[in-house]
């Protein structure tokens, strides 16, 4: 049972002499009882009668006793007169999405564990759906029902909808966006009347994804998931590849293998740095092997005769002749790959022999090398892109640190996106069948390709239709483009879009400027790093199955990709953060980073000090205040019972559900809840009789509920579980209204940091921590579980094991016991 609590309406005249305002506040006992505050009023907390009342003149409130309930933010909310009743019908609309007792606000935990926390990025299931009963129910695949006509049984009309804040929204303008060293700082949105501007897109973009959820609809969007990822390979691994080159022949391209048995690795050493070299060159000057008559460094691929010493070069010359050197004398292929580890000394000749192997080239082997080189660009374009504005050269060794040592070539040309002769690489052959290429790579120790490709994971019937006959409800309601990415079974129509059957229009900020902006000065306010998805990441990304299930703990990282047993976790979505300190966003500007007020940090913001504000993070000059209002209608056309119910059931979540809108999700930004404040929705044939006569017609009564109950009837028919435990409900569910057991809500941090932010953005360090560790995934959107800050409580302790990782971690990065004299990073 909701408290009723009992104030007290006074109209209030203040602000300056220019900025005078009358508003209407609540005169009440704060939710502590310790004092009487007085809380301003907005018009979606009155009753239908008070709002009349306030229509007629502000004044008829001041004095009205009153009486009212708060909700999961302890804000006073429904508030009428004393000796009266709530009179709003919305209130109905709300009492018929079920919530479970034991997950009400006030019944949340208090009690925070500082050691655990939740990502801000979880997944709801995307389960598959060509099944009968899903494909002949409406929550299958089938044309659009057309905007031509008004069609029978089927509702067309306006939907009018309040929108109001419950956590900072970030609305940025990218057009008068600055930028200062790569930090680019952002304004709010601004509309013609100064308040802030809300693009109807982005509501629409909001109500499509929450509704591809509910309806568990195809993927609106599903792009550059085509290609194979990559992940580090163990460095164990890496003295398997053989040295290779690419030639060309009279009947195409092979892959020529140029191991020579008597240098480590197939390949000899052709010295070129100083382990303890500096920058600029690293000692290249001083310490590199150099053609003897003209003193010039060997380049990239060029052709030589060498000769060796216990697989080390000793004399190294240029040769062009088509004769063999002779003597002992070897010809070879020069292959620079940069300083790209702080300790290296050398780089490697490729020597050649008379009946060296060869792999004809074939399509999947060419991919093998296609793919991976797309990847090591992708992840490292960043690194570039802050290279070329600090005018470094990506080639340059800057130190001897992660980051400052030199990119190879592979990462920074894009003609090595190619297997084109001339390439030198490294190959992996199965030991079974010495023909049968398994890996391609640029370097001995490298990333290394998963078996499968993320669009592989993927149900057919999820991927993103192709033809008009297999529009999704999503599709249907909210408009479809085609993205081609795979063929049709049946190609029905030349159609490649569909405009759907909503729009979103009118959209007004509803709160005065003063009170719907607050702004930060020129400077703004730093917020934290926010993430870039990483599908590479398989503990979080892949699941056991189809249906979203995490993997499995402690198994390899490449299990996620390894089968097409394995499924992908589903649709992202940000869960809201629940249960945050009344002041979590009192004074934005104050650094509070590392202080902890009740379990929780000031994560949304980025600590003070030399970085700020750099490329890594953005600034805001100001955000929408919570507690603002907007008004938008929605205008609708054809939809069905259960398309129209899917829509009214996702604008009347209860009040401590919330969707997500706008920038800095992660971070807790953009919680907004929606109401309906009015509606007129006709059949097909109400809307007949209006043309046949012309005349004005009344409004049709519709029951909502009935529309919600057929949607949900429809779901729990489709899919065999009760409406709140089918999997993609109670996961959306947890999402609107966030976690019950109150644990903070932020990335994973540096396990070094002691609990705090790391003010570095470093939190790769946990994702490393938790490789060598307890191997943790993302646990399920539905289940309490939540992640330790520090994952490592039991540690894999297999000799292979340690012995890779000790090869394969940076010297700067391991622990102290086994720190090196110089640190190692391998591109």
């Not at 070069?313 to 062009?320: A, Q, R």
């Amino acid at each position: 049972m909701m408290t009723i609590e009992s104030g007290k309406l006074v109209c209030i005249t203040e602000g300056s002499k220019k900025k005078k305002r009358t508003a209407i506040k609540l005169e009440c006992q704060n939710p502590k009882k310790t004092k009487t505050v007085r809380v301003e009023v907005t018009d979606g907390w009155l009753s239908e009668a008070l709002q009349n009342k306030k229509k007629q003149s502000l004044q008829e409130l001041d004095g009205i006793t009153v009486e009212f309930e708060r909700n999961a933010n302890n804000d006073p909310y429904k508030i009428w007169e004393q000796g009266q009743e709530w009179d709003k019908k919305d209130a109905e609309i709300v009492a018929t999405v079920e919530v479970s007792e034991r997950v009400r606000p006030q019944e949340w935990s208090k009690n925070v564990q500082s050691d655990r926390f939740h990502n801000p990025y979880n997944f709801v299931p995307a389960l598959p759906r060509d099944s009968e009963a899903v494909q002949k129910s409406e929550l299958g695949d089938r044309c659009p029902i057309g905007h031509g006509s008004y069609k029978e049984h089927y509702w067309s009309g306006r939907i009018s909808v309040k929108l109001t804040t419950v956590t900072p929204l970030l609305i940025p303008d990218a057009a008068e966006m600055t930028e200062n060293n790569g930090h680019k700082t952002y304004p709010v949105r601004l509309g013609a009347d100064g308040k802030p501007y809300l693009p109807p897109t982005s509501i629409k973009g909001m109500l499509r994804s929450a509704y591809e959820a509910v309806t568990n609809s195809r993927l609106s969007v599903f792009e550059k998931h085509d290609a194979r990822l990559a992940y580090r390979m163990p460095a164990t691994e890496g003295t398997t590849a053989k040295p290779a080159r690419i030639e060309r022949r009279a009947n195409g391209l092979y892959l020529r293998i140029l191991e020579e048995s008597s240098c480590v690795g197939g390949a000899a050493k052709l010295p070129r740095y100083d382990e303890k070299g500096r920058a600029p060159d690293k000692g290249e000057r001083n310490s590199a092997l150099k053609y003897p008559v003209t003193q010039e460094l060997p380049q990239h691929g060029d052709r030589v005769r060498v000769r060796l010493n216990k697989g080390k070069v000793t004399h190294i010359e240029l040769w062009e002749d088509d004769c063999p050197p002779g003597g002992d004398w070897k010809l070879g292929w020069v292959c620079v790959t940069g300083a790209n580890i702080g300790n290296k000394q050398n780089e490697r000749v490729f020597i050649q022999h008379d009946r060296d192997p060869a792999v004809k080239l074939t399509p999947d082997i060419s991919e093998l090398w296609e793919n991976l080189i797309a990847d090591y660009q992708k992840i490292h374009q960043k690194d570039l892109e802050e290279r070329e504005r600090k005018n470094q050269s990506p080639s340059s060794y800057l130190g001897y640190k992660p980051g400052e040592t030199a990119w190879s070539r592979h990462i920074y040309e894009q003609n090595q996106r190619k297997l084109d002769e001339g390439i030198l690489c490294y190959v992996e052959l199965d030991d079974d069948c010495p023909s049968d290429v398994i890996a391609l790579q640029p370097v001995t120790i490298s990333r290394r390709l998963y078996a499968k490709k993320p669009a592989d994971l993927l149900p057919e019937s999820l991927h993103p239709a192709v033809d008009i006959a297999e529009l999704s409800p999503a599709d249907r309601v909210f408009g479809w483009v085609n993205q081609k990415n795979r063929k049709p079974k049946q190609k029905t129509s030349s159609a490649n879009a569909y405009k759907g059957q909503l729009r979103i229009h009118s959209v007004q900020c509803q709160t005065p400027i003063e009170q719907a902006v607050m702004t930060f000065g020129n400077l703004g306010l730093p917020l934290a790093i926010l993430g870039e998805p990483k599908p590479a990441q398989t503990r979080f990304y892949t699941a056991e199955n189809t249906n979203g299930k995490p993997l499995q703990e402690k198994a390899e990282k490449e299990y996620g990709y390894k089968s097409l047993e394995r499924g992908l976790r589903g649709r992202k979505v940000y869960p809201h953060h629940g249960k945050l300190p009344d002041d979590y966003w009192d004074n934005p500007t104050e650094d509070r980073t590392v202080r902890e007020i009740d379990g929780r940090y000031q994560v949304y913001r980025r600590s003070s000090g030399e970085k700020e504000r750099d490329s890594q993070n953005k600034s805001i000059i100001g955000w929408v205040s919570p507690k603002t209002e907007f008004t938008f209608d929605i205008d609708v056309v054809n939809l069905s019972d259960v398309e129209l119910g899917a829509l009214f059931w996702l604008l009347a979540l209860s009040e401590n559900n919330y969707h997500r809108l706008g920038g800095g999700k992660p971070l807790g930004f953009g919680s907004v809840q929606l109401n309906v404040i009015d509606s007129d929705l006709r059949s097909g044939e109400h809307w007949k009789q209006f043309y046949r006569s012309l005349t004005k017609l009344e409004p049709v009564g519709i029951d909502k509920n009935e529309l919600i109950e057929k949607y949900q009837k429809v779901t729990e028919s489709a899919y065999s579980f009760p409406f709140v435990q089918i999997p993609f409900i109670a996961a959306f569910c947890r999402c609107m209204r966030g976690w019950e057991d109150n644990l903070p809500v932020h990335y994973p941090w540096n396990p070094n940091t002691n609990g705090q932010p790391d003010p570095k953005g470093e939190n790769f360090e946990w994702f490393k921590e938790n490789e060598q560790g307890d191997r943790l995934s993302l646990p399920s959107l539905i289940s309490v579980d939540s992640l330790p800050l520090i994952p490592r409580k039991s540690e894999l302790s297999t000799p292979t094991i340690d012995a890779a990782l000790q090869r394969s971690t940076p010297a700067d990065q391991k622990p102290s016991s086994t720190k090196p004299q110089r640190p190692q990073n391998k591109k």
